[in-house]
């Protein structure tokens, strides 16, 4: 357990010094933007195998019992996590997460939530901790729900910081919790390429690992766990 401790440790501490007042700026202007992200993508992947190395070499020590429903919130929120990770980072979004460049809040999934990237992967990562009740999986899929979360506040912070006064009238046309500037009036929902886009890639992601895909990668079958 100490070896997934180390890692899930650095693992967080390489996304967290970015979100640091300043940091990625510096880190930018060091390296410059294109070498920034290179750099930054392959350590990111370095330390994401290296957790999940560690996670299937340590004990699994059982919290609860497993049980059918507890696999269906799985198989129901993860396919939504990955629509709103895949939209979100084909969308141009000045105030979160996207690797598109944007001036201004006009996709249709920035107008659900300004921060969809980040939704995502807070709804993949605990959708993934009922069904594993081990210790080992607890502490991964936590320890990326709880960054995810915090994405939420360092994401609104920087970007306060880089669009300065117009990060008010931008964020007036969305909202941090889904659908809330929708409900609220503020803006109005609108499907548009990248969405579709989004959705296709999910269904057929999705369809993939319910029929032999996630056996493939992870050696458990969604489908079946649901019939405990």
Do not use: C
Not at 107 to 118: A, M
């Amino acid at each position: 357990m100490l070896h997934l401790s180390l890692a899930l440790f650095a693992f967080l501490v390489l996304h967290l010094i970015p979100a640091m007042p300043g940091m990625r700026e510096r880190l930018v202007g060091g390296l410059g933007q294109t070498r920034y992200m290179i750099v930054h993508s392959v350590i990111s992947t370095a330390t994401l195998v290296w957790v999940i190395v560690a996670t299937l070499n340590s004990p699994a020590i059982m919290l609860w019992p497993a049980a059918g429903w507890q696999a269906w919130v799985t198989v129901l929120l993860s396919p939504l996590g990955l629509f709103f990770i895949i939209a979100g980072l084909l969308s141009p979004n000045p105030l979160s997460l996207s690797v598109r460049p944007a001036t201004e809040v006009q996709s249709g999934i920035s107008r659900i939530t300004r921060h969809p990237v980040f939704w995502g992967a807070l709804l993949w990562a605990v959708s993934h901790i009922a069904p594993n009740g081990d210790l080992r999986s607890v502490l991964l899929f936590g320890s990326m729900a709880a960054l995810a979360a915090g994405g939420f506040a360092l994401g609104d912070r920087r970007a306060r910081r880089k669009l300065g006064p117009r990060w008010e009238t931008l964020a007036s046309t969305t909202s941090v919790i889904p659908f809330l500037a929708i409900a609220q009036g503020r803006t109005r929902f609108r499907i548009d390429p990248p969405i579709i886009v989004a959705a296709l890639l999910t269904a057929l992601v999705t369809g993939w690992l319910l029929h032999g895909g996630h056996v493939v990668l992870f050696g458990v079958d969604p489908l079946t766990a649901t019939q405990y």
